[in-house]
Structure formats: structure tokens, C-alpha cells
């Protein structure tokens, strides 16, 4: 792939964000697109989008299911040898629409929706690290030339929260599952935007809750993984933070990286810049 744009972003629902998602893709222009939290069964997503997308140039590879999770790619680079989930990984208690992979342009691109975990030590949460470890396998099996996008439903370092004491007893912070991300990231990947922007402060989800979002008190959970030889062709590496401003958008904004070439310019980490406020408290969820 030469000169692409490739997007991640959970939509949270892609019926409700139709009429931001389609606008969105108009504006930004992306080539490849990894999307989760679909919210639909596959043919109920090809009724909505099928055609508005195949007018934009897009092939689609699916993993849906009504009402819950899903996962997309969105291609006009090429689309090939699409698995649907992890092959032998595991379900709750039956395989949920958490993985979709394709070949796009000569890389492998994984679209992944990562489970919540919820609470430490709940049988979700074991769920969650056994989900991880097949993963990694899966992967380890694969092509180096990867692209592994979505939302991985960790905040790798502290450094990707707003505040790490109001963490304290929640997902997403645990060892277990920061050491979980820590072997995927063994098999020689990098965290592109972390590698592009190291002491920035870069955030993708802010909870709609309490004005999270306004104070820009959130959490660095979507992710693009990338082999070295394609992580060494990152011009730039972004979030889109204006695609969660406005009227019914969804509670995460997307993950934007340019390879090869960057048609913005290399811009980031975060687009428009937010007003950064020293302001630390409890997550409204445990008040």
C-alpha cells in the first residue's frame, strides 16, 4: 500500500452514527477503515451502507450480529482471504463478533473489538485475557506486514489515562492485562501513535458522562499496531478528536495513520488540539 489512509474507529452503534460516519468518510478520505461496535447483523449492514459505500469505492468484510459488538474493514485498496473472529478462540460462552481480518494492499489488517473485561477477576475479565492470548497466537501465525486496529479496551501505560488513581480497581489498567497487550506487542509490533507522539498527551475515548469529554478527561484505548516494516512507513499518526464534538456522536473518536505519505501534513496528536486541564477526580461510573 503506497500513499493509504488507514482509520480506526468504534462507532458505537453504526445505524445511529450513519449520518456522521458517511460525512466523515467523505472528509477524511480514508482507503482502509476498521470498524467496531457495529451493532448489526451482516445483512442488516449491507441494507444500510452497502450501497453508499460501494458508491465511495469501498469492499466490506463483516463480522456482525444484532444488537451487540461487531466488527468491519472497509477497503478500496483490495480485499482478500477475510476471516471472520479467531480461529479457536474463545466465547461468552459462544464466539462473539469480535474479529474480522483481511489482506488490503499486501498487509494484513485486523479490525478487533476487544472485550470490556468489566471487573477484575469477574469471569469476563478471564474471558478478556483468554480472548488476548488467542490473539496473539492467531497473529503469531500471521503475515509481519499487519496493521492490528480497534479498540483494544486497554490503556497501555498510565500515561494513557486522564488520572491513574481514579483507575484504581477497574479494568483496563491491570497488569494481567497490560502484560496481555505486552506479548502481542512482542511479536514485534509497534504502537504507532505512541511512537509518533511519546510524551503527548493523547486520548480516544472520553465517557458521556459528567462533561468527560469537554474536560477532556479520558482514555487512550484505540489503537493501530503495526509490523516494523509498515510501522516504518507512518508519516503521520493522529486522532480525529473533531469527529466526537457535536450532535450524537459516539463516545470514541477515531484513530487516524498515513502511510508513506501524509495529505494533511503530519499533523497530530490530536486534531484539532484540545485545551489541556490539570483536573484529576474519581470516574463518574464509581461515584
Not at 482514555?219 to 509490523?227: N, T
Amino acid at each position: 500500500m503506497g500513499g493509504v489512509r488507514v482509520a480506526t474507529w468504534n462507532v458505537n452503534s453504526v445505524k445511529q452514527r450513519m449520518p456522521r460516519l458517511l460525512p466523515w468518510l467523505d472528509e477524511r478520505a480514508p482507503d482502509v477503515v476498521c470498524l467496531q461496535e457495529t451493532k448489526l447483523a451482516d445483512a442488516a449492514f449491507v441494507d444500510l451502507l452497502g450501497p453508499a459505500l460501494a458508491e465511495r469505492g469501498y469492499e466490506v468484510a463483516l463480522n456482525g450480529e444484532v444488537q451487540w459488538n461487531g466488527v468491519a474493514i472497509l477497503s478500496r485498496v483490495g480485499l482478500a482471504d477475510v476471516v471472520q473472529g479467531i480461529p479457536g478462540g474463545p466465547g461468552f460462552p459462544h464466539p462473539e463478533a469480535r474479529a474480522v481480518s483481511a489482506t488490503c494492499g499486501g498487509v494484513r489488517v485486523h479490525s478487533l473489538y476487544v472485550p470490556n473485561g468489566r471487573v477484575p477477576d469477574s469471569d469476563h475479565y478471564h474471558y478478556k485475557l483468554a480472548w488476548l492470548a488467542a490473539l496473539r497466537d492467531q497473529l503469531a501465525d500471521g503475515p509481519s506486514d499487519v496493521l492490528v486496529c480497534g479498540d483494544i479496551n486497554i490503556a497501555p501505560a498510565d500515561v494513557d489515562v486522564f488520572d491513574p488513581a481514579a483507575y484504581v480497581g477497574h479494568t483496563h489498567v491491570t497488569p494481567a492485562e497490560r502484560a496481555a497487550l505486552g506479548e502481542i506487542l512482542g511479536l514485534g509490533l509497534r504502537d504507532v501513535v505512541r511512537d509518533r507522539w511519546p510524551g503527548e498527551r493523547v486520548f480516544t475515548y472520553w465517557d458521556y458522562r459528567a462533561g468527560m469529554f469537554h474536560k477532556d478527561l479520558g482514555m487512550r484505548i484505540d489503537l493501530v499496531l503495526a509490523g516494523a516494516a509498515v510501522a516504518g512507513r507512518v508519516a503521520a499518526a493522529w486522532v480525529d478528536r473533531q469527529a466526537r464534538k457535536g450532535t450524537g456522536p459516539s463516545d470514541h473518536a477515531p484513530v487516524v495513520v498515513d502511510l508513506d505519505v501524509a495529505p494533511d501534513g503530519d499533523i497530530g496528536p490530536l486534531v484539532p488540539a484540545p485545551s489541556v486541564r490539570a483536573v484529576t477526580g474519581r470516574l463518574p461510573q464509581s461515584r
